[in-house]
């Protein structure tokens, strides 16, 4: 066939299919076949060198008709389709939005920014320490000898000999008292780690509040009285305390203290075992031998340390009966507080 039969039959087929197509795509697709850099149309141009010389103008008049009527057909088509789409799909403006879905703040990250917030109000700051840690902080300067049943490698998550997951927020204490001398008067939330059988009210991992004051001249009264303006600002005017003796190596003297039960404000109930109590932590003196270890005169200054369970505080205030809701990461659970 010559090229100008070519370029007729390439004409009446373009346009038969262009008038086929009824949307977008399929005319993207046609003026790639026909109007593109590797089209019919350029394939044309390419052969116009075939043609004998003397037919040479005709045939690049017909072959520039060929591209300019193609080009001329998918302008009018292309309107045509974007006159459809514009009227297309309709768009109800009354309908409502979707709302992205916000996250929100643990139960436990909480409570702990509400106790930074009510000890910041008795001018304690915010200290943090490292999870891992060596036994010096977690033991030693605490007063906890190496003969001491708390260092049994059972009861802890020990890395190597030395080095462990902390046990507690009081190895906070000793790494701010390090840093300088008193007064300090400091809070220091954190996680810590022992290796507890899991069931309600225990977990391998949680969460402790610690808090140390240290100035020349403070009593156990100062303690007394912060423990108890912390509870009757965390729970309510109506709370009591009280303290019970304790033990603890790094405090001298120690106590256990008690809030009265916010659930029935001491009369007994199930939630306090009729007790009318509910213990909130442990908390003393700080041990003369602690002083000494971070290098503070015991002659010169005291102070007074606390410790609590911050998941014990959650649970009490929202009457969470079982602690590992806390940690299963339930969203229609923890969107309730
Ligand atoms: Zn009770």
Redesign the pocket.
């Known amino acids: 066939m010559s090229l100008f039969d070519d370029i007729t039959a390439g004409k009446d087929q373009a346009l038969s299919e262009l008038a086929a197509t009824t949307d977008a795509a399929g005319l993207e697709a046609w003026r790639v076949k026909y109007l593109g850099t590797k089209g019919l149309s350029r394939q044309i141009m390419q052969r116009l060198k075939e043609a004998p010389s003397d037919q040479k103008p005709a045939a690049g008049k017909a072959a520039n008709e060929f591209k300019n009527a193609l080009q001329a057909a998918y302008d009018e088509a292309i309107k045509k389709v974007g006159a459809t789409a514009a009227k297309g799909p309709v768009i109800d403006v009354t309908l409502p939005g979707r709302k992205p879905a916000i996250g929100r703040e643990h139960p436990i990250t909480q409570t702990i920014n509400e106790l930074i917030e009510l000890f910041g109000r008795m001018g304690f700051s915010v200290a943090y320490g490292p999870e891992v840690e060596d036994e010096r902080h977690n033991f030693e300067a605490l007063n906890i000898p190496p003969s001491h049943p708390a260092r049994d490698p059972l009861d802890n998550f020990y890395i190597n000999p030395s080095v462990m997951l902390r046990s507690q927020t009081s190895t906070v204490q000793v790494r701010v008292m390090e840093q300088g001398p008193p007064p300090i008067r400091v809070i220091a939330p954190g996680r810590v780690y022992r290796p507890d059988t899991v069931d309600a009210t225990h977990g391998v991992m949680f969460h402790q509040l610690e808090g140390l004051y240290v100035d020349e001249g403070v009593t156990m009264i100062d303690l007394r009285t912060c423990l108890d303006q912390f509870a009757k600002a965390y729970f309510g005017p109506q709370m009591t305390t009280r303290f019970r003796p304790g033990f603890f190596p790094f405090t001298e003297p120690s106590a256990e203290f008690d809030m009265?039960?916010?659930?029935?404000?001491?009369?007994?109930?199930?939630?306090?075992?009729?007790?009318?109590?509910?213990e909130l932590g442990g908390c003393g003196m700080v041990d003369p031998n602690v002083f000494e270890a971070v290098g503070y005169d015991p002659q010169r200054y005291t102070g007074f340390a606390f410790g609590m369970g911050i998941e014990r505080m959650v649970m009490g205030k929202h009457g969470i009966p079982d602690l590992r809701l806390l940690f299963e990461n339930d969203v229609r659970f923890l969107h309730q507080f």
């Open positions: 009265s039960c916010p659930m029935c404000l001491g009369k007994g109930c199930p939630v306090c075992k009729q007790s009318g109590w509910i």
